[in-house]
């Protein structure tokens, strides 16, 4: 590495840092500087990041054509440049998009989402609670586990849990915090699609805010859950007339009816559901709702 790319790459280092503790116009200022030494896409998404954060989505925009320009075959940039013209509504998050954000936050995840008091895991255990005995029989798969926060919740229903991700360190945060039987780094999709087993339950917090289109994960129940098995979920709710929205979060939400109308057409019964702020967002609470959701096999 020669000396100019390593004081770009150190400056680079130097802004995640405060960005990451959340000095955002530090960290801006430090982007604009390795900007104007050498353009390169990670300043300009971090710059664009900033932006974002700092609830400015022109300028992230502008930020985030940049990058695109100079890296136009990523598929993470694609997705920030996407959410924010809001020209194309892409299915799900895409893959390097969802490495990207997460694997960068993986060592501060547990933290941040405590400051957020975020409640994905204990509306889903709410849930169980109401209907499942602590008998450790169940085979439960944990998609999209991150760091593990359900493991502590589940293990007392469990014989078998095992947790999928997409983000290698994460799943290495979830090894670190135990309680997994095995821990898979797949898509979801694909995981879903061709499984080791077929479980008793499947558990998604906080996991469909990146898979926007819900129709291949339900429909695929049937290879994936047993006889009677259950889908334990939680969405940030859509308010709006559209049935899936993406954000410029990046995230997406889901409206109620959307979920209800796509489990009776893929066999599922609602059995409950229970409201929550998922969790606070720039001081205002996230509408949540987390759904029990047991196959029916009454497929339409
Ligand atoms: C907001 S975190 C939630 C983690 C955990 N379920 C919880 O409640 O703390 C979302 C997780 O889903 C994973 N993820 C997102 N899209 C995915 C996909 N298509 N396939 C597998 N994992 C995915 C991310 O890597 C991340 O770890």
């Known amino acids: 590495m020669d000396l100019k790319t390593k004081a770009i790459d150190d400056l680079l280092q130097h802004a995640w840092k405060a960005q990451v503790a959340g000095h955002l116009d530090e960290a801006a200022a430090i982007y604009q500087q390795a900007l104007a030494r050498q353009e390169t896409a990670p300043a300009w998404l971090g710059l664009g990041q900033c932006h974002l954060e700092r609830r400015d989505p022109d300028a992230a925009l502008n930020a985030f054509q940049r990058a695109l320009a100079l890296l136009p075959e990523s598929g993470a940039i694609r997705h920030m440049v996407d959410m924010l013209e809001g020209k194309r509504v892409p299915d799900r998050a895409p893959d390097d998009y969802v490495v990207w954000v997460f694997d960068g936050h993986a060592e501060s995840f547990d933290a941040h989402l405590a400051s957020l008091n975020y409640r994905g895991p204990q509306m889903i255990a709410h849930l169980a609670e109401q209907a499942w005995e602590k008998d450790r029989s169940r085979t439960i798969l944990d998609l999209g586990c991150g760091t593990g ?12 849990l095992d947790g999928v991700d997409l983000a290698p360190r994460m799943l ?8 997994y039987d095995h821990l898979y780094k797949a898509e979801a ?8 087993c077929r479980y008793d339950a499947v558990l998604a917090t906080d996991v469909f805010i990146y898979i926007g289109q819900l ?6 129940s049937d290879q994936y859950l047993n006889k009677d098995g259950e889908l334990l979920c939680t969405i940030e709710l859509a308010h709006g007339s559209q049935p899936v929205e993406l954000r410029p979060s990046g995230r997406f939400r889901q409206a109620d009816a959307y979920i209800r109308t796509l489990a009776a057409n893929t066999g599922f019964a609602v059995a409950a559901t229970y409201d929550e702020p ?3 967002e720039a001081g205002v609470p996230e509408a949540g709702r987390a759904y029990r959701l ?3 096999h009454a497929r339409l």
């Not at 290495?172 to 309680?179: C, E």
Request: proline share 8%.
């Open 215 to 220: 129709e291949n994960i339900f429909s695929f």
């Open 278 to 280: 998922l969790r606070i």
């Open 149 to 160: 926060l359900n493991a502590p919740l589940f293990r007392a229903y469990a014989k078998q």
């Open 189 to 196: 999709h694909a995981f879903l699609h061709r499984p080791p």
């Open 172 to 179: 290495q945060q979830a090894g670190r915090r135990g309680g």
């Open 294 to 296: 047991v196959r029916t």
